[in-house]
């Protein structure tokens, strides 16, 4: 069933745009597809952005690892290097202080009427999409590779056969991490 | 019923309370799509299938292309989903408005069109490129990539934020 569901290209753009959908509305009722909310994030006064995704991250996390026990699903982890994973998102972060969106939020403000995510958001980032398209070649043969770690997670370093342990140890920094932030005023 | 239409229309949300709802959603795409949620690569799909509208089919041949391949797939039709749902609440909620330049943009750097848009635009492509050499963005690296653990993505998030928060200090810092 999972399977034959998984596998049709048909019910899997269903699924995307349902999934997109939800994924829109709660990036808009969390107000994250504001420029100054994100702005103030960056600012370091307004913490709406990071309660928003660490509390994702603390929830997806045990459903995700609960669900890979069970056999249900499989992990999907992108290899990092010094070289991707470094330059890239700090280029990344540049163009997210100066854009104010990053590209699911900036797709989100257009849906309240942002037109700077429009015409400078959403033409930006698939142009710079496109760019990295004429830069990949040259970017993966001298630079993607540098320093290479994989795709291993804080599990495999600190204990790969307590996994559990791991996990409820990540949630419950966050959670302390969320009511320290609540604590001191944010 | 009134409660749910009263939810339905707020205008705002807890963050907790929509950090939980992207954790299920982040459950249901690993589990129904097999797919982590993650926004960037429909980007470069909609670069790729605009050039190729321009230039033709040749360049389906650019190894990043052949990559990632350019069809209209489930990351596409997130995309469109995420402004349907990004529009639909804004709009139960009240709060569509449409503007050019953002109301805390104007009071730093004033009212002109030109000089938002021309940081927009420099800003997006810094995104698209960024996000494609770093192999995620906020959603793939910051969302999907950190709730499997993946140190990589980890170290992608930190840099987001941090290349992010020295941009604002440079645009804003002292007011």
């Given at each position: 069933m999972l399977d034959r569901m998984r596998s049709s290209p048909g019910v899997q753009k269903l699924m995307g745009l349902a999934l997109g959908f939800f994924f829109g509305f709660l990036l808009q009722k969390g107000a994250v597809c504001n420029y100054e909310v994100i702005m103030d994030q960056l600012l370091l006064r307004d913490f709406t952005v990071i309660k928003v995704i660490f509390t994702a991250i603390a929830t997806g996390m045990v459903g995700v690892y609960a669900m890979r026990a069970a056999g249900l699903v499989s992990l999907h982890k992108k290899p990092g290097s010094v070289g991707a994973s470094i330059p890239g998102p700090l280029i990344f972060g540049l163009g997210f202080g100066l854009l104010g969106y990053c590209p699911g939020t900036a797709v989100g403000a257009i849906g309240h009427g942002a037109l700077d995510a429009l015409v400078g958001g959403l033409v930006g980032i698939t142009l710079g999409a496109g760019l990295y398209a004429v830069a990949f070649p040259w970017l993966d043969r001298?630079?993607?590779?540098?320093g290479d770690f994989g795709d291993r997670t804080l599990i495999d370093v600190l204990g790969p056969r307590y996994p559990w342990a791991v996990i409820v140890a990540a949630v419950t920094v966050i959670i302390a991490g969320l009511g320290m932030l609540e604590y001191i005023g944010y | 019923m009134d409660v749910i239409v009263r939810i339905l229309t707020a205008a705002e949300w807890s963050p907790y309370a929509v950090g939980v709802g992207i954790g299920v959603l982040s459950w249901l795409a690993f589990l129904l799509s097999d797919h982590p949620l993650g926004v960037s690569t429909a980007f470069a799909k909609t670069a790729g299938m605009i050039e190729r509208g321009v230039r033709?089919?040749?360049?389906?041949?650019r190894p990043y292309y052949q990559k990632i391949s350019l069809d209209i797939d489930w990351k596409w039709m997130l995309i469109v989903g995420l402004l349907l749902g990004a529009f639909v609440a804004a709009w139960l909620g009240g709060t569509i408005r449409w503007e050019w330049v953002p109301a805390m943009w104007e009071s730093r750097f004033g009212s002109g069109l030109g000089a938002r848009l021309a940081v927009a635009l420099a800003g997006g492509v810094c995104v698209g490129f960024g996000a494609r050499w770093g192999r995620g963005c906020t959603s793939g690296h910051g969302i999907s990539g950190a709730l499997q653990l993946v140190l990589g993505s980890w170290l992608a998030a930190l840099c987001f934020f941090l290349g992010g928060i020295i941009t604002a200090f440079a645009l804003y810092g002292g007011v």
């Open positions: 001298h630079v993607l590779n540098v | 033709g089919p040749q360049v389906t041949q």
